[in-house]
């Protein structure tokens, strides 16, 4: 789903700079694309993009559902909070 730099402020509780700056990186890399309609920019992952964060979030629900995990306090738990 699309989201502007500003959305993503509110949601992830980082500053501009910090959101700012990781969408530069993300979009170097082929992760994100940016779509300007008026004065919004908007930043959509990329089918590679897309591919890597739902791999990443299968990683997270099976390391919270592995015998240890503390009831969901593990590494995993951690890892689907701090992630997109």
């Known amino acids: 789903m699309p989201a502007t730099t500003t959305q993503l ?8 700079g910090a959101v700012g700056g990781h969408l530069a990186v993300l979009r170097e890399s ?16 990329t089918p590679l993009g897309g591919t890597l964060a739902d791999e990443h979030t299968e990683r997270s629900l099976i390391l919270d559902l592995a015998p240890g ?3 969901g306090r593990g590494r995993g738990a951690f890892m689907r909070r701090a992630g997109p």
């Open 9 to 16: 402020v509110r949601q992830l509780g980082l500053s501009l």
């Open 69 to 71: 995990s503390l009831g």
């Open 30 to 45: 082929g992760l994100v694309t940016r779509t300007r309609t008026g004065r919004s920019v908007h930043y959509e992952r």
